[in-house]
């Protein structure tokens, strides 16, 4: 293969990844119309930090145990299925009425950009996914290392311009996703689906 089709290879290959709705898609959206773009703009860059942090783990062999090791698979699974529920079940229980802080409360409470990255890093799924699909678009005698955080930057790149629509595309809709009931419905719609990822994913094989 060589490179150029190794790159358009994978770019296709990567935004069908991308557009895919999933965990990623939920968190953008919910954040992005009810706490606003911002918000929703530190999630979308801690989930790509989560992205990087599969990549040098892959890029330097660290990530190949997951592919190998049923214990460590399962440890980070669980770990990842946890917080998840953590997640789901404070929305659940806690729905807010607006996402304004209140006097004194913490600010890292709402610490988007650490959830998005968490969200991503203790999901075991993108480490066998990088470990089992980026190898296929290295080409032949160059460096896996500098290939594989190519290859991780063009998902990065594609993720972040998703996001962006997303947010984009709530701005529309902001005033009315803001409105008390709005706002404990879709913390309790976020919470259900938080729980139904970390059941799947708790349930998931390789």
Known sequence: MSVTDALIAFTLAATLLTLTPGLDTALILRTAAAEGGKKALHAALGIDVGCFVWGA????????LLAVSE???????WCGAAYLCWLGIQLLLRPRQSFSLAAGEPTR?????????????LN???GVFYVSFLPQ??????SPILWTFLLVSIHVVLGTLWSLTLILATR??????KKPGVVMWMDRVTGCVFLLFAAKLAISRR
């Open 57 to 64: 783990l892959v890029a330097f062999g660290l990530g190949a």
């Open 124 to 126: 075991p799924k993108m």
């Open 109 to 121: 409470a709402n610490n988007w950009f650490l959830r998005g990255m968490l969200g991503n890093v």
């Open 172 to 177: 529309y809709a902001s005033g009315v996703l």
């Open 71 to 77: 214990l460590a698979y399962s440890l980070l699974k």
């Open 137 to 142: 678009f290295i080409p032949s005698g160059h």
